[in-house]
């Protein structure tokens, strides 16, 4: 297997990961109501309005960046707008409207956004703003004159984008409340198209409870808000009817879901394992270690269960305590070797992924040489390194920075240890059961996972996607292994799973066996015919 397409596959991992779901300090106040005003110039061009036949005939296209959260998000805006009438298309140029939705985790995710506002703007297309940038910085001058709809208010987006079609600038940004208190947000059970049929992604609440101080998610997402337990269920349920083989739980922090709405992680993973159909799969999003060390004992028996995956994505962010206590990430290096060991021992072959941010202003080189120690100890076979990115209005942004060569140096040699192991190597002639749902970016290969959501590629034959397979490792590389099938193939879930494209949670119509309904009217005018010679005879 070509380098290149080794790289391509990591791309995919990580974006499959969701590095860095974090939060900070201050928050833009919320517009609850709902703001219309004549669009004004952009770039000195007017756009004029959209017209078809009636609203919603019109095509659109969706852009996302980030983590699994915005993914879904966009699932979600995608079924609604499709629902509605509106045509959906991956040709940009062919479009009347772009709906570009955001990421603010790292300074390069923004300036890819505004660099497609750019091109969009030049473009003549109608825009639609989504996101955490928009939601946590809506006065940010390249983004005037636009609409947004913010990250709570994506069950309205059909509105935002009729407006904005009729050259009318919308803006909703406001937080859903229910008896003055923060929520999840729009409704999980709203129509979604799925980028992936075989994969369904359920945010279980949004924000958190962290104040760390690089980090500019909380001023998008805010305080903690969970989904009710029964909500996030029956979605569940629903996907498997659909098709579905494999479940993400995502959030900004899936460990602190439930503390407030009186319930826990735990509590709702027994609950959706008990739905979770035979060969399927669960896959839990990252949780930081605060929030999951006083459940270590419950989440080692349900992330050792055969339908969910034993892995977990654990950012550390550094191995210096003092650089952790000027993160604000309220835990040590103690705490999250303690949570990485106590899985490991409980079970055997568990997968902890984890971020480190390189460069970070108060690191000091003996503060980086704990960070180093610390990968070099655990050798993470998932280990996502970041340089530091001072994001505009947290308070990591106001400090001194360390020189920008130094902090280069720094990556380079933590992400050296990286390449010095192979974490696979020993697995190969191992016999391995995998779950095939994606296409590998070089388009070579099927893209699996086994119980510890290892990436295991086999060959391009249909007959193994959204399947269980058995394979034997016949191959291992630093980021993947080959798999060569066995006999064993099985198809796990109840139904066979919705088509590229088709709307989740629209009624499909039912097929109708022709020969059974010609018997079951046959039956009936028998027993007519049988009633009438009673009544004469």
């Not at 990286?418 to 749902?437: I, S």
Request: charged fraction near 25%; charge should be neutral.
């Amino acid at each position: 297997m070509s380098s290149s397409a080794c790289s391509e596959i990591i791309d995919d991992i990580e974006d499959l990961i969701s590095s860095q779901d974090i939060t900070p300090k201050e928050r833009y106040s919320s517009r609850k109501s709902v703001k219309v005003k004549a669009k004004k110039k952009q770039d000195d061009v007017v756009l004029d309005p959209v017209i078809g036949d009636v609203p919603g005939t019109q095509t659109i296209y969706v852009k996302t960046w980030g983590c699994a959260h915005n993914s879904s998000d966009s699932e979600y805006m995608a079924g609604q707008l499709a629902a509605y009438g509106y045509k959906l298309t991956q040709d940009k140029s062919k479009a009347d409207l772009w709906l570009l939705n955001s990421c603010t985790v790292k300074n390069p995710a923004e300036d890819h956004f505004r660099n497609e506002i750019g091109s969009a703007r030049k473009e003549g297309k109608h825009i639609v703003l989504a996101g955490c940038v928009p939601q946590g910085a809506p006065k940010a001058s390249y983004m005037n004159g636009l609409s947004m709809i913010g990250v709570q208010q994506i069950d309205r987006v059909v509105e935002v984008v009729e407006e904005t079609l009729k050259g009318n600038t919308v803006k909703l940004m406001g937080m859903k409340k229910e008896n003055g208190k923060k929520i999840g947000g729009a409704s999980l059970l709203l129509p979604k198209i799925r980028r992936n049929p075989l994969i369904e992604i359920i945010a279980i609440n949004t924000g958190c409870l962290n104040q760390c101080t690089y980090c500019k998610t909380k001023h998008a997402r805010g305080d903690l808000g969970s989904y009710p337990p029964e909500e996030i269920v029956a979605r569940a349920r629903q996907a498997f009817e659909e098709g579905v083989v494999e479940i993400w739980l995502t959030s900004e922090d899936t460990g602190t879901y439930g503390r407030d709405i009186g319930t826990s992680l735990p509590e709702l993973l027994w609950q959706l394992v008990e739905i979770i159909p035979e060969g399927c799969r669960l896959r839990l999003g990252m949780t930081n270690p605060p929030y999951i060390l006083e459940h270590l004992g419950e989440m080692a028996k349900i992330l050792a269960h055969p339908r969910v995956y034993s892995f977990l994505h654990v950012p550390v962010q550094s191995g210096s305590d003092q650089v952790l206590a000027d993160m604000k990430r309220e835990y040590c290096r103690a705490d999250f070797e303690h949570v990485v060991t106590f899985l490991k021992e409980r079970i055997p072959g568990m997968t902890i992924a984890t971020d480190i941010i390189c460069g970070f202003p108060t690191e000091t080189e003996q503060d980086f040489e704990d960070t180093l120690s610390l990968c070099a100890q655990h050798k993470f076979p998932s280990l996502f390194i970041n340089q530091f990115y001072p994001r505009s209005g947290t308070p990591a942004a106001l400090m001194p920075r360390i020189p920008a060569q130094d902090v280069k140096v720094r990556t380079k040699k933590l992400t050296d240890l990286f390449y010095t192991y192979e974490p696979y190597q020993h697995k190969e002639n191992e016999v391995h059961e995998v779950l095939v749902t994606e296409v590998s970016h070089d388009k070579q290969h099927y893209v699996g996972h086994n119980k510890y959501y290892e990436q295991v590629l086999v060959p391009l034959n249909e007959k193994y996607m959204g399947k269980l397979v058995k394979v034997k490792i016949v191959k291992a590389t630093k980021f993947s292994m080959i798999g060569e099938p066995l006999d064993q193939i099985v198809m796990p879930g109840l139904s066979k799973p919705l088509q590229s494209g088709e709307i989740s949670g629209i009624q499909r119509p039912v097929c109708i066996d022709n020969t059974k309904l010609y018997a079951s009217i046959c039956i009936l005018l028998v027993s007519l015919l049988l009633r009438i010679l009673w009544m004469l005879f």
